[in-house]
C-alpha cells in the first residue's frame, strides 16, 4: 500500500530519519491549531483547550526491540480479548500509541504541515492540487 504521508521532508524519512532518542521512541508532529469540540446530540457540549495539543504525523520511529514489544502486547490483548480498546476496536492508532500503552515517553520532533496524510479521496484530490500548485511555483 501507498505510504499515508508521502512527503516528509527530507532528513525525517524512514530511511533518512536519526535514531530514536534515548527515550526509545519519537514521532513527527505539529501544534494543533484547530479549535476542538466536543459534541453530545448533535450540539457542542465542550470546547477542549488546545494548549498542549499536537497532530501526530509520520514517520514514527522506535528501538525494535521496543516496537516488537508494544506490537507484541497489543497482538496479545487483542487475542485476548482485553486490554484499553479503542472505540473502533483496535488497540492504538498508531505505533508510538502502542509504545504509549507501555507507559514509555514518545519524544515529539517537529513535524511539518506540508507533510500530507492522505486516507480519503478527498485528501488524495487536495494532495494532487498543492503538489500542482507547489511545482508549478518552482517551475516558475
Do not use: M, Y
Request: with cysteine; charged share 20%.
Amino acid at each position: 500500500p501507498a505510504p499515508a504521508r508521502p512527503s516528509p521532508r527530507a532528513g525525517f524519512s524512514p530511511a533518512g530519519a536519526p535514531p530514536p532518542p534515548p527515550r526509545g521512541a519519537a514521532l513527527a508532529a505539529v501544534p494543533l491549531a484547530d479549535t476542538l469540540k466536543r459534541a453530545v446530540d448533535g450540539c457542542v457540549a465542550e470546547t477542549i483547550p488546545r494548549a498542549g495539543l499536537w497532530r501526530a504525523q509520520t514517520p514514527q520511529g522506535a528501538r525494535a526491540q521496543l516496537f516488537r514489544r508494544a506490537h507484541a502486547v497489543a497482538a496479545a490483548a487483542r487475542a485476548a480479548g482485553t486490554g484499553p480498546l479503542k472505540e473502533d476496536g483496535a488497540i492504538g492508532t498508531d505505533d508510538v500509541g502502542l509504545i504509549e500503552r507501555l507507559g514509555h515517553a514518545v519524544e515529539i520532533v517537529p513535524g511539518e504541515e506540508s507533510n500530507l496524510k492522505i486516507t480519503t479521496a478527498a485528501d488524495r484530490a487536495w494532495a494532487e492540487a498543492w503538489l500542482a500548485r507547489e511545482g508549478a511555483g518552482r517551475a516558475g
